[in-house]
């Protein structure tokens, strides 16, 4: 799974998994990469982009972490060691002695506290898009300094992994108790790099933290995330050696383009991704609050053959549901063709389609499809998209935004119809499924929908530790969220990565959130 090399990639992937990779770590120099997005603010919280932790996570240290040579298990980062309760109702950690902020003050639990009660029950005007994923904690204390205690309300069979998410930066008490929304605007962590500056629309510089908590680390002196929202230009960069890597991925055409001009100094990594797109309907707005208009804007998509002819050209490849393909929650094929969108007789379903269009009082709908501007891949989704429901006679004027007045959009609801993703860092169920649950519980539903039973069937998967149990609740809220569809899925991607030879010790992984704080990374120059 972690590394699937196709045939035209295989000499560089090959050579790059060879002894050069058992070599010892060097010290020094400055990493400089391609961040093919800028974030629209600093603060992991309240971000659902990869962009935010491209930037941010070099800065910042989590509680847990995953351990990348064993993904998906699970390792400490600020906590030394951890026990949970056989009723799986409290989860104790012990934290490292002797952490500072960049500031020069101590790390303590009440910092781990103010950061987790933030998570689960963000003050007024402040987002937090892990506020359903941290509903179940009850209470969290602190009886010393290096210790803290989580009780939970129920059981959450994947809270160990909750807590190793990446967005769960831990953040200054101190600071959140002066601002709690200075994480936007301000950087301030225990992580490997201490904040340099942030140029708008050029780059984000960090330099090497001599008093990171973990011996030795990091390698580097410092990087550059330089901001390139043209493929082309980050291609060109690549190849030229203004940046060593772009850690976020690339299309098929382009890695070919690398192999073929840069040989055997490029390394390519692939892996299938536990990223995809989704259609995101406005149910606060005409038409869309009309199940039926939703549900037949799903059927006209041929998704089954959008993925033969986009795997070609963008990152874009599998069809799945909320769940990513192959993985073991997932819905086996002959059971995902039975749910509406995903059915591989598309005349029958846009037959179907054009039916409840009618039926709903509006057989020649237009409206504005609302999206990110990026190349990959959302331009050529929502090329497909609008050419797909071009043929149920429906109108789309196509807009693409820079991410911040895209998330921006989104958030305020300002859209009709919008290409939103499901950015997970694992093949957890509550992961795949909090952002379809009710808006009010999370912010990060883009639809606005609230559902009673989709909630219920949530709360119950959580809850359930028999595997077999907990997936026939899963089908089921995927049944029910693709009759309503509020929101439906597209196209799961694909993930190539290219770094050049002489960058070390960076992780590959099904996610592109993961592994992103650099303190492993090194050169070889």
Not at 43 to 55: K, M
Not at 487 to 515: A, C, D, E, F, Y
Request: net charge neutral; proline share 6%; aromatic share 10%.
């Amino acid at each position: 799974m972690r590394r699937i090399i196709t045939a035209v990639a295989a000499v560089a992937a090959l050579a790059a998994a060879g002894p050069a990779e058992a070599q010892s770590p060097k010290r020094g120099g400055t990493l400089t990469f391609a961040i093919s997005a800028e974030t629209p603010h600093y603060d992991c919280h309240g971000s659902d982009t990869y962009a935010t932790l491209h930037f941010s996570a070099p800065f910042y240290s989590t509680l847990l972490r995953f351990d990348l040579d064993k993904y998906p298990e699970v390792a400490g980062d600020l906590a030394q060691s951890w026990t949970v309760a056989p009723d799986l109702l409290t989860y104790s950690f012990k934290l490292h002695q002797g952490v500072l902020f960049h500031d020069g003050q101590p790390l303590t639990s009440a910092d781990v506290k103010a950061t987790y009660e933030r998570l689960r029950a963000p003050p007024t005007g402040v987002v937090s898009t892990r506020k359903a994923t941290f509903s179940d904690i009850d209470t969290i204390e602190t009886p010393d300094a290096q210790t803290v205690v989580f009780k939970m309300k129920g059981v959450n069979a994947a809270m160990l992994e909750h807590f190793a998410s990446p967005w769960n930066c831990i953040y200054s008490a101190k600071v959140l108790a002066a601002d709690p929304n200075a994480p936007k605007t301000k950087v301030m962590g225990t992580g490997p790099f201490v904040f340099g500056e942030h140029v708008k629309g050029s780059h984000v510089t960090g330099t090497r933290n001599d008093k990171y908590f973990r011996q030795g680390l990091p390698y580097l002196d410092g990087f550059k995330g330089v901001f390139m929202l043209q493929a082309a230009a980050m291609l060109n960069a690549l190849q030229g050696g203004q940046v060593a890597g772009e850690f976020r991925g690339i299309a098929p055409a382009e890695r070919d383009r690398l192999v073929q001009a840069m040989g055997d100094k490029l390394r390519i990594e692939e892996s299938s991704w536990t990223l995809n797109l989704l259609i995101a309907f406005n149910t606060e707005k005409k038409p869309f609050d009309d199940p039926r208009v939703r549900r037949a804007l799903s059927m006209a998509i041929d998704r089954w053959g959008g993925s033969q002819g986009l795997s070609r050209i963008s990152t874009m490849r599998a069809v799945g549901g909320v769940i990513r393909p192959g993985s073991p929650y997932a819905t086996p094929e002959a059971e995902l063709v039975k749910l509406p969108g995903f059915s591989k007789d598309i005349r029958a379903s846009r037959a179907e389609a054009k039916r409840l269009l009618a039926e709903a009082g509006v057989p020649n709908l237009s409206f504005t499809l609302h999206n990110r501007n990026l190349a990959m891949p959302y331009t050529p989704a929502g090329v497909f998209l609008v050419d797909q429901w071009r043929q149920i006679g429906v109108t789309v004027d196509h807009k693409q935004y820079d991410t911040a007045p895209y998330l921006a959009g989104m958030s305020s609801g300002n859209f009709d119809v919008a290409i939103d993703f499901s950015n997970l860092f694992m093949d957890e169920p509550s992961l795949g499924l909090a952002k379809f649950v009710s808006f009010t519980r999370a912010p990060e539903n883009r639809s606005r929908a609230n559902d009673a039973e989709l909630d219920a069937l949530f709360d119950r998967q959580v809850r359930e530790l028999d595997r077999g149990k907990r997936i026939e609740l899963i089908k089921a809220f995927e049944k029910r969220l693709f009759e309503q569809s509020y929101q439906v899925p597209l196209l799961w991607w694909h993930r190539i990565v290219p770094t050049h030879k002489t960058l070390m010790g960076w992780k590959m992984s099904p996610s592109h959130n993961l592994g992103q704080d650099l303190a492993e990374v090194w050169l070889n120059q």
